[in-house]
């Protein structure tokens, strides 16, 4: 394997059982600016591409998933400003490498002749924390979209948009709900129920079968009173989701924001809904967090094209110091109002024209 910095990744594989490879052969994009604000400006590093890391489980946690990621320029010094790089590495379970002298203990590690060698050892990983049960959720009553007749009102719907309802039963958990006065809030009138899962979390859940977080519900039909075409699920924190996650982290390559379930649908597998137009930094954190160093996209309706820009800075500037992978934007074609309509030609085309150098498109 030809890596960027070859002598950093056979010390690391000496030191940790696995080092993983992430944006192989990138090289790390750098502006130097003088920091204006002080007496005698002096040149910063301005980082906006990582380029190629070497991910491995953290020391100084209990990571289990590769979640410190290790510059292929971290202790290499910067032959403009002449800082040491040792701020090059992330640790994104709990932010164990923000210290300097977690960075030196780090390099001491890896280095043990180096020049922080004789620091003292790093501490034992804490003890995990003791597991608190998922809040309990209830969907609404209803039947499962593959009990349902040839011809049924949500079948149509749902086939007439171009979906499999089916495939949507089986994969993502779709339900047909004739209405239901109990659930909050209450359904007066036909809806599809669209189950929000998240990756499991709990060791109580030895099965590791996606945490069932909460609902919405679409009418089969738009509404002609102030009723929302979408329900929420009272108390559904919905800016600390992303709906589709667990199929998207099982993904490979680029990763597709959307704003609703219909759009991740007609995506694929790869795509996940910020359930509207903004984001949050909960978002933010869980597309770092579960998509380390993968290309983001970011393709919002055809009336949210300024929304889509404040979505991708959003992203970009919650992992600047992170090594995250490019995050881009995304345009309905002409006639489309959303992902939702278009064709898979369509989504093809659209994904390819944003991402060129993402391998010619995104697959289910």
């Known amino acids: 394997m030809t890596v960027r910095n070859a002598m950093l990744f056979n010390r690391l594989r000496q030191v940790f059982p696995e080092v993983r490879v992430m944006n192989q052969g990138d090289a790390m994009v750098v502006v130097h600016r003088p920091e204006w604000d002080e007496p005698c400006p002096r040149l910063k590093a301005d980082i906006s591409i990582w380029g190629e890391s070497y991910p491995v489980n953290c020391p100084f946690c209990n990571d289990t998933r590769h979640r410190l990621l290790i510059s292929h320029k971290w202790a290499v010094s910067d032959p403009v400003t002449g800082d040491d790089n040792l701020h090059l590495c992330k640790c994104f379970n709990e932010s164990c490498t923000n210290t300097r002298k977690r960075q030196q203990q780090l390099h001491a590690m890896v280095f043990p002749v180096g020049k922080w060698a004789q620091l003292e050892p790093p501490p034992e990983p804490p003890a995990p924390p003791e597991p608190s049960p998922p809040a309990f959720v209830d969907l609404p009553n209803g039947t499962p979209l593959q009990q349902l007749k040839a011809g049924h009102a949500a079948r149509r719907y749902l086939e007439g948009r171009g979906f499999d309802p089916?495939?949507?039963?089986?994969?993502?958990?779709?339900?047909?709900?004739?209405?239901?006065?109990?659930?909050?809030?209450?359904?007066?009138?036909?809806?599809?129920?669209?189950?929000?899962?998240?990756?499991?979390?709990?060791?109580?859940?030895?099965?590791?079968?996606?945490?069932?977080?909460?609902?919405?519900?679409?009418?089969?039909?738009?509404?002609?009173?102030?009723?929302?075409?979408?329900?929420?699920?009272?108390?559904?924190?919905?800016?600390?989701?992303?709906?589709?996650?667990?199929?998207?982290?099982?993904?490979?390559?680029?990763?597709?924001?959307?704003?609703?379930?219909?759009?991740?649908w007609k995506v694929g597998n790869n795509a996940v809904a910020i359930i509207g137009k903004t984001i949050s930094a909960a978002q933010c954190a869980l597309l770092h967090r579960h998509f380390p160093g993968r290309p983001v996209i970011v393709w919002l309706d055809s009336d949210a094209e300024e929304d889509a820009a404040v979505v991708r800075d959003a992203i970009r500037a919650a992992g600047l110091a992170a090594g995250v992978g490019r995050v881009l934007l995304a345009h309905c074609p002409p006639g489309r109002k959303d992902p939702g309509e278009c064709t898979p030609n369509e989504i093809q085309r659209t994904l390819r024209r944003a991402s060129p150098s993402a391998g010619g498109g995104v697959g289910k």
């Not at 089916?166 to 007066?188: H, N, T, V």
């Not at 929000?196 to 590791?208: D, F, G, H, I």
């Not at 039909?221 to 009272?234: F, G, Q, V």
């Open 166 to 264: 089916d495939a949507l039963s089986r994969e993502r958990g779709l339900q047909f709900c004739p209405g239901d006065m109990e659930s909050r809030p209450a359904l007066y009138e036909w809806r599809i129920v669209i189950p929000v899962y998240m990756p499991a979390k709990s060791v109580l859940n030895p099965t590791k079968t996606p945490d069932l977080v909460g609902w919405m519900a679409r009418a089969l039909e738009d509404l002609s009173d102030n009723r929302p075409k979408y329900l929420t699920m009272a108390g559904m924190r919905k800016s600390e989701t992303l709906y589709g996650l667990p199929l998207a982290v099982k993904t490979k390559g680029p990763v597709v924001v959307v704003e609703g379930p219909a759009d991740v």
